[in-house]
């Protein structure tokens, strides 16, 4: 069972910063995407950010500049920084693994896994 525990949501003025962190845990081998997708309420889940175990990332473009994803491969973590933040920032931030492997045999992967979110709310 592998599990992703976030943190670092919070309220925060317009302009101003926050960092997310996510950790998983459980029976990992390697991971071999990870990243970052929200929810607005009434809107659908979309993609922020991720990261490959490589080091290859992909950016919404509405967070392009502002947003930084990086990633620690011997933690199994992967984290967000987010500067200039603007009201439409406003979500629930989830943590996504993607291709996770307990062991070197491609029957041990599981799909996904996702973290339970960290509310950001970003006032005017």
């Known amino acids: 069972q592998v599990q992703l525990v976030e943190s670092g949501g919070g309220l925060v003025q317009a302009g101003g910063s926050l960092r997310l962190s996510c950790t998983a845990s459980?029976?990992?081998?390697?991971?071999?995407?990870m990243g970052w997708y929200r929810q607005a309420p009434g809107k659908q889940r979309e993609l922020v950010a991720t990261i490959t175990g490589g080091s290859r990332t992909n950016y919404a473009d509405s967070v392009k500049g502002r947003f930084t994803i990086s990633r620690d491969n011997a933690k199994n973590a992967v984290y967000l920084q987010m500067n200039s933040l603007k009201p439409e920032d406003t979500a629930v931030y989830y943590c996504n693994a993607a291709d996770v492997f307990s062991s070197r045999s491609v029957l041990s992967r599981i799909l996904e896994v996702w973290g339970q979110g960290t509310l950001v709310t970003v006032s005017s």
């Open positions: 459980g029976s990992i081998f390697t991971i071999n995407t």
